[in-house]
């Protein structure tokens, strides 16, 4: 099984332990996923650390307050390294007091830009804002592979789906009043699903209470896997295959 999206810098124990503790569940690879310039450059120093840990550096749509120029060529030249499989995560956030809008803005267009200049996969951050976001990638990341992570929109599936995006579930899929996400995840195809766990967020409803950590992907991928009828193994085969394809790793 892989971990699609995780942030080994908000996570604890360090990530020495955590990583060995995720290789020993049986988690082979991890995608670690910077919110900033500071933990973009974790997440490359962690990639280089770990061979089983790979890096995403962007800015979130809460940490983009004043975005500028300099921060875009930052952003690029992080995201010009080799450790780096996909920019992100970027998107739009309503839900909390965080950063204008116009500034999300700024910091998602720019990072659409360079997803598609150096041919790395987008990974899209969202929450109360779907129209927005599905408007804004219509127009501007046609030419881009956009990864929908901690997906939150079931009834917008089928046309994100039309649009060619993967899908990816995090922990909260699993959760007893999330019946609308868990029907979702059964109907992803086979070559556009992942799994996830964000963490240290959205711990699975099997280690509800306790922080998330790169294991609790496996308690969410058996989840999934049942939902869609299928045996763990073939399922996190599957998985694998798309993560393979989508961050090429």
């Known amino acids: 099984m892989i971990d699609s999206h995780t942030h080994l810098d908000f996570c604890e124990p360090p990530n020495d332990e955590l990583v060995a503790e995720a290789l020993a569940a049986g988690v082979t690879k991890i ?31 809460n940490n983009a307050t004043g975005f500028s120029g300099a921060d875009r060529a930052e952003l690029h ?27 999300q803005r700024s910091a998602f267009h720019a990072q659409i830009e360079i997803a598609g200049e150096l041919d790395k996969p987008l990974i899209i951050h969202t929450r109360d804002s779907d129209d927005l976001t599905i408007e804004t990638l219509r127009e501007r990341a046609k030419d881009v592979r956009v990864l929908l992570h901690c997906f939150t929109m079931p009834s917008r599936l089928d046309e994100c789906l039309e649009a060619g995006w993967w899908i990816s579930f995090a922990g909260n899929v699993t959760y007893p009043k999330a019946t609308d996400l868990a029907s ?7 070559d ?24 609790g992907v496996v308690h969410t991928a058996e ?22 394809q989508l961050f090429g790793w």
């Open 31 to 61: 995608l670690t996923v910077g919110t900033d310039a500071t933990s973009s450059r974790d997440a490359l120093v962690a990639a280089a650390q770990f061979p089983s840990v790979f890096a995403a550096v962007g800015h979130h749509p």
């Open 77 to 103: 030249e992080l995201a010009s390294s080799k450790l780096c499989h996909a920019v992100g995560e970027t998107g739009f956030d309503q839900y909390r007091e965080g950063a204008p809008l116009e500034d």
């Open 184 to 190: 979702a995840a059964a109907r992803v195809p086979d």
């Open 192 to 215: 556009r699903l992942l799994v996830e766990t964000d963490a240290p967020y959205l711990t699975p409803q099997a280690k509800r209470g306790e922080r998330n950590t790169p294991t």
């Open 223 to 244: 989840f999934i896997a049942a939902a869609r009828g299928v045996d763990y193994e073939s399922f996190s085969a599957t998985v694998e295959r798309n993560a393979e």
